[in-house]
């Protein structure tokens, strides 16, 4: 019971039709069924498909099944349309005009496995683009960290403190210059004989020359430690910055890191894959770091791209797509097709449709179908509608005729009462 609801659902994926595969035989109920098989597991692979993009991109099944279930119903009627208008020549051997004429109906099959083959190649190859997308979040990072540190360092708070800071610094040189200076001029004369000896004002007991350098050390030692101070305490304003940059910094990244790929960008790492090889740094065994050339790490190829194996995927559900309307223009014609081509002209006979062979303009002989149906309803009414008229003219002048006898026999009844008196 199973077996010929399954065979009869499998015929109509097949656009067969049930009425005549009932009397076709075994081998037209084979070959329909598996055509329809391959329908309807195409429609079926188009659902997962679909399903695989639309979680991906939404991330919801309230939205995932009902758009999942819609597209596999649309390729599988599209499918179902595709192989039942498609008819070979009934002969094993595909000629170029007959695939030219199937052109469109390849053409639109081998989109629509392209089209089944993008989501589906997502999942098959997930773990290779989780990898990918790693690698491409890292260089992401890197660039919106540069980015974020760009526009903090350009800050005008920020930008007006480090460049005071360059100013003092630069000031400070040569206050410390004079301190240092001073301080060897007083070790010089320590050590030509002065002893340093101070008096109870606190003044130097030796010449004005000796008061003057202790006064210039004494005031390069307070200019330098106020600009000092200063210039620390501007130090840790920055380094106040210096802690939000770094927050600021690390914030970008964790957003990089929290970024998950949508369907786009599966679909642009499968290419990148399909196109580059997998890339590592070289290190150096004896440094333990990167080797780099000209300003760049030194890299190697450990692998090739993997254009084969991704294409290869994709042609396989093109082929599977194509492959009923190629199988069907290389069977030979079976008795189903007699018996199909038999209705279709019974009931273009009954419709008064005749076909015949006629040449065109260009001497090759077409079919050109005359539908006598509206010449015999034209030649019906056309006919009833002339015994009509030819009636009506019979019965006005039959009537005339008996109008005519009456006057002559009684013309007085068709007098009335006033007529006859004269008024």
């Known amino acids: 019971m199973w077996g010929k609801k399954i065979a009869r659902f499998l015929w109509k994926c097949a656009g067969g039709d049930e009425q005549i595969m009932q009397y076709a035989s075994y081998y037209d109920h084979m070959k329909m069924m598996g055509i329809g098989g391959v329908v309807f597991a195409t429609a079926v692979l188009a659902t997962l498909a679909m399903g695989f993009a639309m979680q991906t991109i939404f991330g919801s099944w309230i939205v995932t099944i009902p758009v999942a279930l819609i597209w596999g119903l649309i390729i599988f009627n ?9 008819k070979g020549d ?3 051997k595909m000629s170029w005009q007959e695939l030219k004429a199937a052109a469109p109906r390849l053409l639109m099959a081998a989109l629509i496995g392209i089209t089944i083959s993008a989501p589906l190649e997502t999942e098959i190859f997930d773990k290779e683009i989780d990898r990918e997308w790693e690698n491409a979040k890292m260089d992401m990072s890197i660039k919106r960290r540069y980015e974020v540190e760009q526009e903090f360092l350009n800050t005008g708070e920020y930008r007006s403190t480090a460049d005071k800071i360059k100013k003092d610094s630069i000031e400070l040189i040569p206050i410390e210059q004079r301190k240092i200076e001073a301080n060897n001029n007083i070790d010089l004369l320590t050590t030509s004989g002065w002893n340093g000896q101070v008096c109870t004002d606190g003044t130097s007991c030796s010449n004005p020359r000796h008061i003057a350098l202790y006064d210039s050390r004494d005031n390069a030692v307070a200019e330098f430690n106020s600009k000092k101070r200063e210039l620390d305490s501007l130090k840790r304003v920055l380094a106040s910055f210096e802690d939000k940059r770094v927050l600021m910094l690390n914030n970008a990244a964790d957003s990089i890191k929290a970024l998950k790929p949508g369907f786009l960008d599966k679909i642009m790492m499968i290419e990148r894959l399909s196109s580059e090889g997998k890339l590592v740094e070289v290190y150096d065994p004896t440094t ?14 450990i692998y090739g791209n993997a254009w084969w194996p991704i294409n290869l995927v994709r042609f396989l559900f093109v082929l599977l797509e194509v492959a009923p309307v190629l199988l069907k223009m290389f069977m030979v014609k079976s008795a ?3 018996m199909q081509d038999n209705v279709t002209q019974i009931l273009i006979a009954k419709q008064g449709i005749y076909y015949e062979p006629i040449k065109d303009e260009h001497g090759k002989l077409i079919w050109a179908g005359t539908n006598y ?7 019906v009414v ?8 030819r009636n009506a003219k019979e019965a006005i002048t039959v009537f005339a005729d008996e109008e005519s006898k009456k006057i002559k026999d009684d013309p007085s009844q068709f007098f009335d009462d006033k007529t006859k008196k004269g008024g």
């Open 90 to 92: 009934g002969d094993e």
């Open 78 to 86: 599209l499918d179902r349309f595709i192989v039942s208008v498609n």
């Open 373 to 379: 149906n509206p010449k015999r309803i034209i030649e």
């Open 382 to 389: 056309k006919h009833q509608n002339e015994l009509e008229e």
């Open 336 to 338: 189903y097709e007699y």
């Open 288 to 301: 333990g770091k990167i080797k780099m050339e000209n300003g760049k790490p030194v890299v190697k190829e």
